[in-house]
């Protein structure tokens, strides 16, 4: 294999070094072309990963791969770069919206990192790149929030690296094969139980760093809409990834992580269902059903097979698609969008976030819902009909939030101008379909990308 099918991670670095260049040389005026620049760079990222992505192979003395898992990952995470960079066009932040766009790129390419990965050394590598960007990304507009998550994700990487370092003796070995084929059933104990526990903790936290900007002052109102997407949309896409990949080197083992990842599954669609339907501000909203969301692929993960990783994989491209987005459309400069009356005031964004939100709720038959299905036909399957019942429960609960969001929109009257004042111009602008066009392209095409996403998972050698 030729080192030119890396043409789509070279394109990424160098778009964040001549946007971080740009910003820094070009006046203010001129950095709506730099989103426009930034939105090209990805596209075109995207496409040279689908050309060239169709080559199998080792680079590096089988340092990186290439595979179908690898196609399917970057694919999803530079499709949610672009949405991302698409929806700032209409919502970015003027004072630092330049500034978190190249550390978007790099979250990305973090995960690119991760999805090609042969080793525990490639996984920490990138996963520990992504953190450290997203949480610098949302510390542009919220120094406070982003030492906060800076701590959050030190302890987190804190725990990765000790389990990495500890699995490294156990398997007498840093690749995924050695993993593979050095812990075997027979080595299933305490010790390892406890080794796993730790290291997925690691993995899980920055798979749920969304919450934790709610759960500081004012952390879902101070993050800007780029550093929210790529915390709580590019940041989940990179955690599941490695998530997947690590748990294909650890299949002989899976008894001793599946029953609690399906525990922790279930809670998380709970709660993420539970808090969605009573969060106050639609970006609490967002944030919570990105929970559920990532409840559902955490599902698929603990079934610990090829069908159950493909149905995660769906879930993954589905949940990618809509949480790169919707935190950009479900804020303002100001912070919190104003949702009565929306409708009346940018009716394309209003549209745009319905269906956003309505997909990362998994209502049929959106792009969410094709993800959930496939996630709850292996539960079926596999005699897990505990946690499909807590799944439903919890998407039920995410609809009646989202209804709320959507009755606001369209029913409630918007605040009334001071007398005197001009009325307010509606906005028409078409960034926030793209998005939406994007969703429901998914939709369309799910028969063919399921059809990927089963090979993606095959490349992780699962039964």
Not at 153 to 181: C, D, K
């Amino acid at each position: 294999m030729r080192t030119w099918v890396l043409a789509p991670e070279a394109v990424i670095v160098a778009s964040a070094v001549a946007l971080l260049l740009a910003a820094r040389l070009l006046p203010r005026r001129r950095w709506l072309w730099l989103r426009i620049g930034a939105l090209v760079a990805a596209v075109v990222a995207l496409g040279l990963e689908l050309w060239l992505g169709a080559a199998v192979g080792t680079l590096f003395g089988g340092g990186w791969q290439q595979d179908r898992f690898a196609l399917f990952a970057k694919g999803a995470l530079l499709l949610g770069l672009v949405v991302l960079v698409a929806a700032d066009l209409e919502a970015g932040d003027p004072d630092s919206g330049w500034s978190a766009l190249p550390l978007a790129f790099l979250v990305a390419f973090g995960g690119m990192v991760a999805a090609s990965a042969t080793s525990l050394v490639g996984l920490w590598a990138g996963l520990e790149l992504a953190a450290l960007a997203a949480v610098a990304a949302a510390g542009v507009s919220a120094r406070e929030v982003g030492a906060r998550l800076l701590l959050v994700s030190g302890v987190a990487g804190a725990l990765v690296l000790v389990g990495f370092a500890t699995l490294y003796a156990m398997a007498g070995g840093a690749s995924l094969a050695a993993l593979s084929a050095g812990l075997k059933p027979s080595a299933i104990g305490a010790p390892l139980a406890f080794v796993l526990l730790l290291t997925l903790t690691g993995v899980v936290v920055r798979l749920g760093l969304a919450p934790f900007q709610l759960a500081t002052l004012e952390g879902g109102l101070a993050v800007g809409p780029v550093g929210a997407g790529a915390l709580g949309g590019l940041l989940t896409g990179v955690a599941a990834v490695v998530a997947a990949r690590l748990l294909g080197g650890l299949d002989a083992v899976n008894l001793a992580w599946a029953p609690w990842l399906s525990v922790l599954a279930a809670f998380a669609m709970a709660l993420g269902g539970l808090r969605a339907a009573t969060a106050g501000s639609a970006r609490a909203i967002v944030a919570w059903l990105i929970v559920s969301q990532v409840g559902w692929l955490a599902a698929g993960l603990a079934l610990h097979d090829r069908r159950g990783s493909a149905a995660a994989l769906l879930v993954l491209g589905a949940l990618l698609l809509a949480a790169a987005a919707a935190p950009a459309l479900a804020a303002d400069d100001g912070g919190d969008i104003q949702l009565a009356g929306l409708r009346r005031a940018q009716p394309i964004r209003a549209v745009g976030l319905t269906i956003l939100l309505l997909s990362l709720a998994g209502v049929p038959p959106l792009a969410g819902f094709v993800g959930q299905l496939a996630v709850a036909a292996e539960l079926i399957r596999s005699n897990s009909a505990w946690v499909l019942a807590v799944g439903l429960l919890g998407s039920l609960l995410a609809m009646f939030g989202v209804v709320r969001v959507i009755r606001q929109m369209y029913l409630e009257p918007g605040p009334e101008p001071p007398r005197g004042a001009r009325a307010q111009v509606r906005s028409w602008s078409p960034a926030p379909l793209a998005p939406a066009l994007l969703v429901l392209l998914y939709t369309l095409l799910a028969n063919p990308i399921s059809g990927l996403a089963l090979q993606g998972a095959a490349a992780l050698k699962l039964p």
